[in-house]
């Protein structure tokens, strides 16, 4: 990449190459630095459904996130401009989706501690969509310092008429469940993911 990268610059240097960092290529160079030209796609495989969803990424004591946080360190040191392929709800097509928290969160501090400044990824691929996960991370992508449960209430508040605040405290206690909920730690964790 770094080669293709240098020779694409020498005729076109305003041209950006993307490469994945994903699979057996999620984890980053340990001796090589990026060229100035690459984007790395950060496409973890431990998505939400699968980890811990009432736990920040900055949490330290959360083997997954702690994957992710090294991962991430390592791109960071190897000099990489980050994106983010974002998997939503792919592992639990069939359920609806209360992972507001994660969302913002993950969002959140991929664009702070990591610079990251690009999104893309698969959307939920629920028959049901879920109108407050994408009015979440838009506006969560617009401005990281959005407070996802105020999202929630406008949402429900233009969406839901007569039954508005039913939804909204509908919405709260499912978010507050998931928050609490320690049903993660029995998923089995991909290695290295």
């Known amino acids: 990449a770094n ?3 240098s020779r694409v610059a020498e005729v076109l240097p305003e041209k950006r190459i993307l490469i994945q960092a994903y699979g057996y290529t999620i984890r980053p160079p340990k001796h090589e630095k990026l060229h100035s030209n690459l984007i790395v796609r950060y496409a973890n495989l431990s998505r939400p459904g ?3 969803l009432g736990e920040s990424i900055l ?17 960071r040191a190897a000099g ?14 069939d359920a609806s ?13 991929l664009h702070r501690k990591y610079e ?7 959307t939920e691929p629920n028959q049901r969509v879920s109108v407050l ?18 999202v929630i209430r406008e949402v429900c508040r233009h969406f839901y008429g007569p039954v508005a605040e039913e939804m909204i405290e509908y919405n709260l206690v ?18 290295g993911q």
């Open 50 to 52: 699968q980890g811990p």
């Open 133 to 150: 996960m994408f009015q979440i991370l838009a506006e969560t992508l617009w401005d990281v310092d959005t407070d996802y449960r105020d």
């Open 3 to 5: 080669e293709v990268a």
């Open 59 to 75: 949490e330290k004591s959360v083997p997954m996130w702690d994957t992710w946080r090294d991962q991430l360190d390592g791109w």
């Open 80 to 93: 990489a401009k980050m994106s983010h392929y974002n998997y939503m709800d792919w592992v639990n097509a």
């Open 97 to 109: 989706l209360f992972w507001y928290f994660t969302l913002s969160d993950v969002t959140r501090t």
């Open 174 to 191: 499912m978010d507050r469940a998931i928050i609490d909920s320690d049903a993660w730690k029995n998923w089995k964790q991909v290695e």
């Open 116 to 122: 990251f400044r690009q999104l893309f990824g698969e």
